[in-house]
């Protein structure tokens, strides 16, 4: 009967090209399956304890019973056919930094988001070829500290980015040739569209000029960019709006490029 | 100054200290044992040993005093409902933050008196869920508003007779003029209704309302000067 089971995930997981890995099934396990489901983003589980492969079966999740670890399951689960992401979420880093150098090993390009319970081992996971490791604690002691110090600004800005509130956080990408690629902040007009800009990622250094900088991994991020700031091809603006509000420009900026496309 | 007990030897609880500026913040550790405390000891903090279920012990180290904010960390349930449901008795208006083992605790500890729950399990898989869905938005914030850099979020609250009362949402332009975000403004408490400075109903500013903004340490400073003496 597992066997059955067995083979009818892998089945579906090959039928699927963007999904995302998840493996181990614990609290941290589930609360990101949860999420992941109401996104609508698909996504399998892979755990080697029962009684989290029963579970996510109770609760309708594609699950693999069998560790993680092995190069064979993670290559029949399809690291490197469909999925997109790798997620380590056990309680014991040793399982976590393995895991890890498994998927690095088998797939170079395929981002890896692991849990760290000691903080002594973040460094370890990172040269394992984590892409990015989480630390529970850490994260929750920082959400105690924020709390305690501007617990209203705290609350009002963390409803913005677990979107509970009808205004979320997006980002609009700066196509070449499309119609705001050489336009200034003023020339945009962020509010007649309904739109606050919160500021513009840019590796561009030409934007170097320009004030309120802040190093960000290989780029920079201009908070609240002047009137005349310029945007330009590659860009990211960072907006807080309504859903619909920044979905609607977003399609505008799309359809404004392809159009340039095709008189080009 | 605020005082902060901080109960319960974990991860959290010495993160949560070393986060917060000892500026701002003076602490006491209290440990169920004297392994506990000398461990934090050596960290440089004040730490005692108390029975947290005796009244009269936590009165001593001075709940219902001088104490303003409870971290109520330990690893078990039971010892933080129990602790949060003596600490409220003693004083109604100690801000008591509550870690969470198992999710059904919760509720809980919400009931007992806590003011805000921390599950960490929760949390970092709501983190990983960013990292993955949107991370270009978890990165900025990771790196400026949550992190170590200069870009701060923050909140002020109008005061009474203040030159803000009765001024539109819209026409404070706090981006041109004071180099800040306004996200939006908190009517009253902290459960008062949040009214988005962007695509909302217009709202008139009123004494006790509180604006809840982003920006530089240096403008959120500049403004808040402004803030407190516009009514003088």
Redesign the interface.
Known sequence: MDELREHSAYAELNRLDDF?IICGF???????A???EK?Q?HFAIIDSREAGVLKARRLGYVVIHADASKNSVMQEAGINNGAR?V?C?AGDDVVNVYITLTSRHLNPDI?I?S?ANN?GNVKKLYQAGAS?V????????????????????????L????EQ?H?I???LYVYSGSFIDGMTIAGIGF?QR???L??V?SANAMQGKYK?S????NQH?Y??PEPHFVVGDGD?L?V???EY?IDYFRDQIEENRLKGVGRR | M?R?AVFGY???S???MS??NQQ?YSFVFIGKNDAEAALIAEQGFDAKVIDFRNDDELRAIGVGADID?L?CFFPRDFDNVFLTISARAIDKNI?I?A?VDD?ESAEKLLAAGAD?I?????????????????P??T???D????GR???N???FEVPEGSCLETTKISDLKL?EKH???L??V?EGA?NGQ?H????EKEHRLKAGD?L?????ARSIKSFKREVEQCGD
């Open positions: 995302i614990g609290r941290v396990g589930q609360h990101i949860a999420q992941l996104d983003l992401a997620i979420t981002k988001i849990r903080q990015n989480i630390q529970p604690f850490e994260i929750a002691a920082m959400v105690a500290a924020e709390y305690i110090g501007q617990p209203v600004a705290f609350e009002a800005i409803g913005i980015i677990h509130s205004i956080m997006g980002t509010e309904k739109l606050m919160i500021g990622i309120n802040y190093p960000l991994q991020f908070f609240n990211l960072v807080m709006g309504r509000a | 605020k902060i974990s991860t959290l010495l993160e949560a986060r917060l701002q904010i971290f801000t933050v870690s999710p805000k921390i599950d960490p399990y929760e949390i970092c898989g709501r983190k990983t869920h960013e990292i993955l869905t949107r270009e938005i990165n900025i914030l790196d400026t508003v949550f850099h200069d870009l979020m923050a909140q981006n180099n800040l975000i996200i939006g908190v902290l949040l988005f400075a962007i695509g509180i809840v903004v982003i920006g530089p």
